[in-house]
């Protein structure tokens, strides 16, 4: 286990952006504000992964992570400036509250856990 305390409370964040990775998976996402606090849970987070010996893939290492919430990927070629399109009309920031990070495997999608968060 990654040691997160089941106390830990979550913390605002407020989805700001309409972005896309130009990759062959085609994905679009919401993008968070990159805040303190987001940054350093996810920080924290790695430290703890590499505690325990494990890791994650390099697009999610602290000097990679683009912070984002995925809408869709793997969206055919021809539907993905469609849907990019719609995401742009349809698009208002939102706040919401981050309550928990949670560890997947990739593709099938296996959860494997979910943690609280707490304030640092």
């Known amino acids: 286990r990654y040691g997160y305390d089941s106390a830990r409370a979550g913390f ?7 972005g896309l990775f130009p990759t ?3 994905v679009l996402f919401l993008s ?5 606090q987001l940054l350093a849970h996810h920080q924290e987070f790695h430290q703890r992964l590499a505690r325990s010996g494990l890791s994650s893939s390099p697009y999610y290492a602290p000097e990679n992570w683009v912070p984002h919430c995925t809408v869709g990927m793997n969206i055919p070629n021809e539907q993905f400036y469609q849907a990019l399109a ?3 009309r349809a698009f208002e920031p939102m706040a919401g509250v ?3 990070i949670g560890v997947i495997e990739y593709w099938p999608l296996k959860p494997l856990g979910t943690w609280p968060f707490s304030t640092l």
């Open 12 to 18: 605002r964040v407020q989805l700001s952006a309409i």
């Open 98 to 100: 981050f309550q928990e």
């Open 24 to 26: 062959p998976e085609n």
């Open 32 to 36: 968070p504000a990159p805040t303190s």
């Open 86 to 88: 719609f995401c742009q």
